[in-house]
Nanobody, 124 residues
């Protein structure tokens, strides 16, 4: 069983930055593919980025490419999401998720473990 706890959300002005963290319990964190998703009010949960545990390859949604950057620190059992050039449309609850398979998928139903989420609000 893996538990995920996100932190780092908050209120920021457009153009600003935030760094989200997701701390994981469990001894096999290095063999988990991790994903970040977000969900705005009234919208479906949306894939943001995924990091495969094989080679650390990352895959970004087109909407965040060039602005967001994800990384995984296996020694600290933590995955990070750096959010730059934030825009009001980035406002959402951000969730991290984990799965034991090596492939990154954009389908949230393919992830086995979820954190509780952290709110990111971007003002214009």
């Amino acid at each position: 069983q893996v538990q995920l706890v996100e932190s780092g959300g908050g209120l920021v002005q457009a153009g600003g930055s935030l760094r989200l963290s997701c701390a994981a319990s469990g001894r096999t964190f290095s063999r988990y593919t991790m994903g970040w998703f977000r969900q705005a009010p009234g919208k479906e949960r949306e894939f943001v980025v995924g990091i495969s545990w094989i080679g650390g390859t990352t895959y970004y949604a087109d909407s965040v490419k060039g602005r967001f950057s994800a990384s995984k620190d296996n020694a600290k059992n933590t995955v990070y999401l750096q959010l730059n050039s934030l825009q009001p449309e980035d406002t959402a609850v951000y969730y991290c998720a984990g799965r034991t398979k090596a492939t990154v998928t954009r389908d949230p139903y393919e992830y086995d473990y979820w954190g509780q989420g952290t709110q990111v609000t971007v003002s214009s």
